[in-house]
């Protein structure tokens, strides 16, 4: 017995010290200019034809409500087929109020969350409908595995912030399973998270608890927002009545929305570049002008999801070099109307290999060279955004954490330098035991997670697993690290009542 | 038997129609400006640095004739030590004469290397002692694979230019394999190639061997360069004395050379990057000094190759943030004094996987973002070099191909915004039909060669092959596809004639 509790002591101290490393807890910033690819000129000539689109054409919006306050705030609004036209005019008054960067607190304030400037966010992937890993496999999403990747998520410090449902726990019932993710959100992290905007109960449900989790009342809350969502345009050029009142819901509570155009060039855009920017200029900015006239001021972001079909099967790819450029440019548009920028990595990849890593290394120099201040579906992407793959979320922690570490600047002065050193040891001599060496090794270089560094032989000898292997091995022992942040009991259960009292109120119905 | 030959030859209509989709060949810019890690005055400081280790501690040249040079050039030489100090005015000297760009061009001058300015180009990997493919395993480098290898170099139109040996034949004698790798180089393609400059005989084959295949004598081709070299310098500071007569053989004879320090942070220099960078600059500089005296105007290259080692077991790393950032940062360095700019792409891993990706991919992006002109161990590279591998050729011709599409310009102009297509498809609609569509979908998108787009259960059906496996099958129709360059019998001849003559004159010597 005795023994038997040493080694489980002991092996509790290894345990401790051969955690999965990984960067400290904080704020990115990119110091940076960031990338330009298109001209001022052009960049101009985006921002015309957008304009021209939302003057001209017009944007459908399937909400009476959104309708009349477009109306009310003097937009040509065509009742028969729902479409709002809105001038420059419209468009420039609502850049006026909506703020330039602005901050979401979740129930730590430790993680609070800047969105805008030059600092940079990282979420888990959102919305898949399946989840994989590669000992059990491809399956539905469901609440285990949802819990699963939002612990994982709380683990790693590069993610700083969920998405919308990491997966879609499908078994349970379609109108109430967003209380489910928003508890398993609240309890198993401390970070902040999309709250799911399609229609208004979804947004006020997660409005309400992130606001009973820290305390505050909604008007308190709505002061000092917590919460944002994604709206994905119906491109082209269409709000679906649940994403516009979800939208509007949002802004009369001050919570942040991000308006998404997903435009796909050849499909739901032009198959060029420069259509396909201007119309998800245009269908960003009048997410975000309707988002100021609920509540003028209203935290907002420009968000860009512009990628390309495959033209032979129609099938969407992502991580592509078109996809890449979009990103950059998208960044120039958003800075543009001084707006932070919400972008997008992904790859089509049906599996964690290598296609998968280097589209998604791809796309993501494009969201950071781009200066994006929120890189969504960072963590878990695959199959193209509709499967979350616990191997790719550790493959995708260690690309983030690649990217941060790129990001801290040079140090250049004399102890960096090395001089003495350079001087110290002779020529075709190495610098390991040199005192400027042994001062800096510990902490000198980035150390990775997932790479290998060992020789062929040794880690042939090893066993030989290749990155998706190591990073099975790794989820897992992620989940075994995982601590579950502390929440304050009755916190805990005024959002137990919270859920049951509105799954009582939903019922079958709407929620 | 009709029907047998009519099938063979359906076949073969297929396999014309099915090729692998890749890039025109054609030379690639970088039209944006290069990224800056550095403030110009940490630039002036690592210059700086890098002049006080020349002026103070100097560089130690294993080679009277080298040591003679920088003697009557008013360098400070310690004969004892072999140990060379030249001061600013030598180097300021020398960057006079250097030139800012140059071309090489081998025997088809339509495969014309620009080096400098905008341009970039990429090689295959050089230097693998090993051999290793998904099928045969990993083997010893020989005369077979080094030939196949160069093969799918010259069928890759993204690779402008071979390296120095693709892999060892160490089957055949180390004295001589020069002239059988050179042999190869010159009749299974048409691209330049990098000699091996250790000595004064491989060099002078390589660069006798070229001047054979484009039919100018070596005085003409010293006006008119066809191969260059690395000299990779024993960091830190020395040259030793096979180094130092390539090198001076090059420049003797107009031929470019790329002096590479291998800088390897913690090991072979500082484990700071600014210390690294320093040493890097003072070795580069120095080498280019050496081949700016032997023949002034002789044209060089800035070459880097700082990265890190695991501080843990002193195995080296690359394609790490350190890695990344000293390909950025070197390139603001070459700018500094006007030269063209090798770099260096690269992965410790031991499989053509996620991590050889991503690694592979984030140095990549170092290399473009600094400018790099030459980016050197560009396709094939495995194993932090120590082999060359087809899977990761193929996965590497990939990365280096969204490259080049990323780097073409977005164009603005009303085509490309396409008002009329965006005023005609319904809000909700899509493009997919539209004739703005329609004109341009064949075109309009980079087609890969690696990449799946198709669904998961198209994919599953299909195999369910990973990246890796799909380069398999990649690498062995490309060598189906693959046609030798016609070379005219004399020069074969001639070729053939040199080999046999200096097989003979080396015997069991020295080359």
């Known amino acids: 017995m005795t023994m038997h509790r040493s ?8 345990a401790r010290s051969t955690r999965i490393p990984q960067l400290p807890p ?71 109020t909506a703020p330039s960067a602005f901050t979401l607190t979740p129930r730590n304030p430790g993680r609070t969350v800047h969105v805008g400037g030059d600092t940079i966010n990282f ?27 939002v612990r994982l998520a709380q683990h790693f410090n590069c993610i700083t912030m969920l998405g919308n449902q990491v997966c879609a726990p499908v078994e349970l019932p379609a109108n109430s399973r967003h209380l489910d993710t928003y508890f398993a ?7 902040a998270f999309h709250v799911s905007a399609i229609g208004r109960g979804r947004a006020l449900d997660g409005i309400a608890m992130m606001a009973i989790a820290r305390g505050l009342t909604l008007e308190a809350f709505a002061a000092d927002p917590g919460v944002t969502t994604i709206i994905s345009v119906n491109s082209p050029r269409r709000f679906d009545d649940a ?22 060039m050849g499909a739901m855009s032009p198959v060029t570049l420069a259509g396909a920017l201007a119309q998800q200029n245009a269908e960003a ?27 032979r099967s129609g099938a969407p790819a992502f991580g592509t070099p078109e996809n890449t450029k979009a990103n950059v440019a998208s960044g120039q548009l958003a800075r543009r109307y001084r707006l932070p920028y919400r972008s997008t990595p992904g790859s089509a990849s049906n ?13 993501l120099w494009g969201a950071v060279l781009g200066h994006g201040n929120l890189v969504y579906h960072a963590a878990g992407w695959q199959e193209g955004g509709l499967t979350a793959s616990f191997e790719k979320l550790i493959l995708d922690v260690e690309m983030i954490q690649h990217m941060a570490e790129f990001l801290k600047p040079i140090e250049v002065d004399d102890a960096e330098l090395a001089l003495d ?25 980035y150390q990775p997670l997932v790479s290998n560094w060992q020789n062929f032989e040794a880690w042939k000898e090893a066993g030989g697993l290749d990155a998706t292997q190591r990073a099975t091995k790794l989820w897992k022992k992620a989940l075994e690290e995982y601590a579950e942040p502390v929440m304050d009991a009755p916190v805990r259960e005024a959002l137990e009542a919270y859920v049951a009292k509105r799954r009582e109120e939903i019922g079958d119905g709407e929620p």
Chains 1, 2 share one sequence.
Request: aromatic content about 6%.
């Open 7 to 14: 080694r489980r002591s002991a092996d509790r101290t290894q």
């Open 26 to 96: 904080g704020r990115l910033r990119n110091p940076y200019p960031p990338m330009a690819l298109l001209s001022d000129d052009q960049v101009e000539a985006i921002h015309d034809a957008s304009m021209r689109i939302l003057e001209k054409f017009g944007i459908e919006v399937m909400s009476p409500r959104a309708l009349a306050l477009f109306e009310r705030a003097g937009a040509s609004v065509d009742h028969a087929s729902q479409t709002v036209r809105i001038d420059r005019g419209l468009v420039e008054e609502a850049l006026r």
């Open 123 to 149: 979420t888990l992937v959102a919305g898949p409908p399946n989840v994989h890993d590669c000992e059990r496999g491809r399956r539905a999403g469901n609440l285990r595995d949802y819990q699963d990747l």
């Open 185 to 191: 959100n609240l309890t198993l992290t401390d970070k």
């Open 243 to 264: 994403m516009a009142e979800g939208l509007m819901t949002m802004a009369e509570h001050g919570q942040s929305v991000a308006v998404t155009p997903f435009t796909l």
């Open 285 to 311: 900015l009048f997410g975000i002008v309707l988002a100021q006239l609920v509540r003028p001021g209203a935290p907002v972001m420009y968000g860009a999801f512009t990628s390309n079909v495959d033209m």
């Open 351 to 363: 599996a964690a290999d290598a296609q998968g890593a280097y589209e998604t290394m791809m796309a």
């Open 421 to 445: 050193a350079l001087g110290r040891v002779p020529t075709g001599g190495h610098f390991f035991g040199d005192p400027h060496t042994l001062e800096r090794y510990s902490t000198a270089f």
